[in-house]
């Protein structure tokens, strides 16, 4: 996830752009992989099933673009030299697969299961609110569950929001005592104050929140069928002082993430030096605001659960899975996945590619992702002709 502000941009055209783009390398080391290679990567041998085609379609319509070249210093390859993860290589790495039960996992688990689904009958995905959000807000929770539930093809839970206290810039993780926690210990009848690693600004009185000690917290409070745990805040959140901020951070051996869609608002504007310093813009009327977080948080969350479920950065066409530096990179990327990573999740979870295609156009409709909308429909009618 991103160390730096994320701004929106669109893909550069005409002559500039391409000499912007052409004055930007590649991390040392990295190739970009040529079409036979993605197309290796879907791991055919043979013909290419139409759910898993990367050829255009009608009108040359090119679904799946192959990864832009860097256009900015910032961007996640002029940074990382990322191997990238082909079919076959995750069928061999993914631990979901295995015919071995995950450690710390305490759910029922069938070694003979096929798929993630069948290993683990009982698994759930679950979301953690995790501090005050306002009522407008949560209103986009039952949209985001949704979203998941078709984008993934597992159940989702949501869990009690935790409670937050700030108290003159220091922030206090608040254990009530009727909440579990996965600990041998004899629990406390009275509620406990974890102090968070925080800083605040007080110029600015901008408060940004440590990922490290919300994840020593969040592992606490895993549920025994989860199969990972999405912690969602609207605090600003940073890694290393050095940060600007980070979106998030997952700690995959555990299971559990932590992500702010702080910086995902579109009437906020950051600094590209200070991490204290935003402005703030209410120009957009109310409901776009509203739909672009909600496409915002979409994208972030099913981005970072892909990976827990064992998906890495894709780096052979332009999908959901690459890799971002800044918030600018992230929104331009496509909220769907490419022939690789949707092969992946397919073989993992089990669904109908095109019933999944069915959902997620009604689900664009009723939210008005028009671009979404239309992609999924010229993608339907490319799979069935």
């Not at 391409?18 to 791991?43: D, H």
């Not at 050829?55 to 040359?60: D, H, T």
């Not at 408060?207 to 895993?222: A, E, K, M, P, T």
């Not at 089990?350 to 979404?372: C, P, Q, W």
Request: proline share 5%; aromatic share 10%; charged share 25%.
């Amino acid at each position: 996830m991103p160390r730096q502000h994320r701004t929106s941009t669109s893909r550069g055209t005409g002559n500039k752009a391409k000499k912007v783009e052409a004055s930007i390398p590649y991390a040392s080391g990295f190739s970009k992989p040529s079409v036979t290679s993605c197309q290796n990567a879907i791991g055919y041998s043979g013909p290419i099933p139409h759910e898993f085609d990367p050829s255009a379609g009608k009108n040359n319509f090119d679904f799946f673009p192959p990864i832009p070249n860097p256009s900015s210093v910032d961007d996640w390859l002029a940074q990382y030299c990322e191997e990238g993860q082909t079919y076959k290589q995750f069928l061999n790495e993914c631990p979901w697969l295995s015919s071995r039960k995950r450690k710390y996992m305490s759910q029922d688990f069938v070694s003979s299961g096929k798929s993630i689904k069948d290993k683990y009958p009982n698994g759930k995905v679950y979301i953690l609110p995790v501090g005050q959000f306002s009522a407008e807000d949560k209103k986009f929770f039952p949209s985001l569950i949704e979203y998941i539930q078709i984008y993934l093809g597992l159940p989702v839970g949501v869990l009690n929001e935790v409670k937050l206290d700030i108290e003159d810039g220091k922030v206090f993780w608040v254990e009530e005592p009727e909440v579990k926690v996965q600990s041998k210990q004899r629990r406390s009848k009275r509620v406990k104050r974890h102090q968070l690693t925080s800083r605040f600004n007080l110029e600015t009185e901008h408060l940004q929140v440590g990922v490290d000690s919300n994840l020593f917290q969040l592992r606490n409070l895993i549920p025994d069928d989860a199969i990972c745990m999405i912690g969602l805040t609207m605090l600003d959140l940073f890694g290393e002082n050095s940060d600007l901020f980070v979106a998030g951070m997952a700690a995959g051996n555990q299971r559990v993430a932590i992500f702010s869609l702080y910086r995902y608002d579109p009437c906020l504007s950051f600094s590209t030096e200070h991490w204290f310093q935003i402005e703030n813009d209410h120009k957009m009327p109310h409901k776009d605001r509203q739909r672009v977080i909600l496409q915002r948080g979409c994208k972030l969350v099913v981005h970072e659960i892909c990976h827990l479920l064992g998906i890495d950065h894709c780096i052979f066409y332009d999908c959901c899975m690459n890799g971002s530096g800044h918030l600018s990179e992230d929104f331009r990327q496509p909220m769907h996945l490419c022939p690789v990573d949707l092969r992946k999740l397919h073989s993992l979870v089990g669904f109908n590619v095109l019933d999944r295609y069915r959902a997620l156009l009604e689900f664009y409709k009723t939210h008005g992702f028009s671009e979404e909308q239309d992609w999924v429909k010229k993608r339907i009618e490319h799979i069935q002709s």
